[in-house]
């Protein structure tokens, strides 16, 4: 696993757990999923504006525990949703009277964790955003995040079995983990879970803001905004996006 941080912890586990146990801390509000250069940094920056939420957008933490089997395979689901609560227990620390919510952004792989995250947290909302393919490759294009460079994530997670041609042209793998991660879209929207919200960038960033406050929040109040959790919509539009990516690989 590549470090994401210059900082060495110095602290184990178990503190972990024992600094958790006694926090009077916020459950989260929402999780937050996406392909990546889908709006969610937008989105996580404008929840952040208020001051009555704690918002933490793609903690290396949280994307430490989630992939800890690769360093110990030995480790057990218990002990990963044990220290997992825990981390997110203290990231919802109430470090100020005022705060309300807690909202954690995920980075883009962790939507083939979520059958792992539905299970810890099988009533929290997760909201999902999505973006056209061709719009997020040329975004890697022009700027590479992780998941867009072979090798630098664990290609077991991203579904991938790296090649020499993925190495020779990093579009064309960029657009593999994006083909991977919309069947994983495709087989959440099956599951038809109440509590999971489809969101493309497309539809607008107003419309993405008032879907958000609406499904996830439950604000009420604010204005109408199209039919965002109808089901057979998003998988439509996420099958539609899945063959164009097929196209773009043969070309």
């Not at 480790?75 to 309300?100: C, D, H, N, P």
């Not at 107003?206 to 996830?216: R, W, Y």
Request: glycine content about 4%.
């Amino acid at each position: 696993m590549k470090e994401r941080s210059e900082y060495i912890p110095a602290s184990s586990l178990d503190f972990l757990i024992e600094a958790a146990k006694d926090v009077d801390s916020i459950a989260p509000g929402a999780f937050i999923f996406h392909v990546s250069r889908c709006g969610s940094t937008l989105l996580s920056q404008a929840l952040a504006t208020a001051e009555t939420n704690i918002v933490y957008p793609e903690a290396p933490l949280i994307d430490e525990i989630l992939r800890m089997q690769e360093q110990d395979p030995a480790i057990t689901a218990e002990q990963q949703e044990l220290w997992f609560k825990s981390a997110v227990a203290l990231m919802g620390q109430k470090r100020k009277a005022g705060y309300e919510q807690l909202f954690i952004k995920l980075d883009s792989w962790h939507i083939h964790f979520y059958s792992l995250l539905r299970k810890w947290y099988p009533d929290t909302p997760f909201f999902f955003l999505s973006r056209e393919p061709n719009a997020v490759i040329a975004s890697h294009h022009h700027r590479r995040g992780m998941q867009a460079v072979p090798g630098m994530i664990n290609s077991e997670i991203l579904k991938i079995d790296i090649q020499e041609r993925h190495n020779q042209d990093f579009n064309l793998f960029t657009a593999e983990v994006i083909a991977g991660y919309y069947r994983a879209l495709q087989e959440i929207i099956t599951v038809s879970d109440p509590n999971n919200t489809f969101f493309d960038y497309g539809w607008g960033v107003k419309s993405l803001l008032i879907c958000f406050f609406k499904s996830v929040m439950q604000e009420d109040s604010v204005d109408d905004k199209p039919e965002l959790k109808n089901y057979a919509v998003a998988e439509a539009a996420y099958k539609s996006l899945l063959r164009h990516l097929v196209a773009i690989k043969i070309q």
